[in-house]
C-alpha cells in the first residue's frame, strides 16, 4: 500500500474508532485491511464473517468516514479475504435516498404464528398494490420485521409491478428532506419525490410526534396520494390510537385501512430465522449453538441476528468451532444475558437502578452530572433497550423527555464500559440478573 494510502487509512480508522466507540470499531472494523483506492473507490477485505457484517450494517459510517478524511464523496468496497470486492457502501451523496435492501424479501421472511397476517396482509398489497388494503398500517415493537417487510412489498412491486414506481423512506428520511426543502425555500422537488409515486412505504411514522409541520405535510402527501389512487404502507412502533402527539386527523387517515401487528416470536420462529440467516451468509454453525441463541435471545429479531454475528465474529477470532460451548461463553462475555418470557418494563428497570446504584428516581432522572447518577442513568438507559421492545425514542421519553440521541450514546458508552472494565460488567450483570428472574 502507498504510504499516502496507507496514512489514510490510519486516520480513516481514527475517524471510525471516534464516532463508532471503541468496542464496535475493535469488534467489526479492527479486522478490515485497505487494499486499494482507485480514484473515487476505497476497497478493504477481510475476514467474511466480519466483512459482511461491516458492509451491511456499518457501511454509512465507513462511507463518512473515508469521505471526511479524503475530502471527497467516497465509494466503500468491502471484499472477503483474497476475493474480489462482493459489498458495495455507496457515497454518502448517494445515499440521499435511502435504497430498497435486496436482502429484505418475501422469500428471506420467517413466517411463524406471531406474524402471519402481517405478512399476508403485505403480499397481498405487493401482488395488488391499491386493490387490496390501502393503507395498511403494520404496528410492533422494534426489531421484529416491520421494515423486512416494506422492503419486500418495494422490491416485490420493483421486480412484477410493471414499472409501478415505488419509494421507501423513514419518517426521519421525510422530516429531513422536508426541512432541507425549507431551507432552500423551495418544496417543489420534495413534493414531486414524495408524491409522484405510485407506491409509497413510510417507516417509523411514530418519529413524527410533535413534528407539527412535518406531520403537515406528511397529512397533505397521504391524501394526495390517495386521491391519485396511489399505494400506501405505514409502519408504526404502535397503534394509531396510540400516537398522542399526532394530530387526530392523520391518526384517521392511518386507521382508514388495514391495520396488523406484529408480534415477539416463539422459539421456533427464533429458531427458523437463525437457520435461514446462517444459510444466506454462508455461516456453519453447529444445531445446538442456534438452539441456544434461540433459547437465550428472547425480544427481538434485531437481538437474535446481532447476538448470531457477534458469536460469528468472536468464533473468528479465537479460531474455534461455533459449537454450544462456544456460543455460550460468547454470549456471557459480549454482555448478552438470556432474556425473560415475560417482558421487562422500563419503569422496572429504572426502580432497579435505582436500588442499586442508591439514588433516587428524582436523580436518576435528573440532568445532573454527578458520575454516580450520569453512569446509573446510562445504564438503565442501556438496560431498557436490552431488555424491552421499546425504541430508543421511547425510551428517551421515559428518561424525562430525553433524545433518542442521547440514550445511543448512554448505549455506546455502556457496551464499551462492560467490554473493558470489570466493574461496569459486574453492575450490568447484577442488574441484569434480578430484572429477568424478577420477571
Known sequence: MPENLEQSWRDIQTALRESL???????????????????????????????????DRLGPALAM???????????????????????????????????????????????GTSNRLAHAAALSVAEMPTQAYNPLFIYGPPGLGKTHLLHAIGNYIKAFGGGLTVRYATAEDFTNAFLAALAAHDTEPFKARFRGVDVLLIDDVEFLERKARSEEEMFHTFNTLYDAGSQLVVSCDRLPGDLAGIEYRLRER?????????????????????????????????????????????????????ALIRVVAFASLQARPLDAALAHEALARLGVAPTAGDAVTIDAVQQAACAYFEISLAALLSRSRAETATWARQVAMYLSRELTNHSLPHIGRAFAGRDHTTVLHACRRVATEIATAPAAFADVEALTTHLTHAA
Open 21 to 55: 466507540g471503541d468496542r464496535t470499531y475493535g469488534l467489526w472494523l479492527a479486522p478490515l485491511r485497505c487494499v486499494s483506492l482507485d480514484r473515487d473507490t476505497l476497497v478493504l477485505d477481510g475476514p467474511p464473517a466480519v466483512a459482511a457484517w461491516a458492509a
Open 65 to 111: 468516514a473515508s469521505a471526511s478524511v479524503l475530502g471527497r464523496d467516497i465509494t466503500v468496497r468491502v471484499a472477503l479475504a483474497g476475493d474480489a470486492p462482493t459489498s458495495l457502501v455507496p457515497s454518502p451523496r448517494a445515499r440521499a435516498e435511502t435504497p430498497l435492501n435486496p436482502k429484505y424479501t418475501f422469500e428471506q421472511f420467517v413466517i
Open 254 to 306: 392511518f386507521a382508514s385501512g388495514l391495520i396488523t401487528d406484529i408480534e415477539r416470536p416463539d422459539h421456533a420462529t427464533r429458531l427458523a430465522i437463525l437457520r435461514k440467516r446462517a444459510a444466506y451468509d454462508g455461516i456453519r454453525i453447529n444445531d445446538d449453538a442456534l438452539a441456544l441463541l434461540a433459547e437465550t435471545v428472547t425480544t427481538n429479531i434485531r437481538a437474535l441476528e446481532g
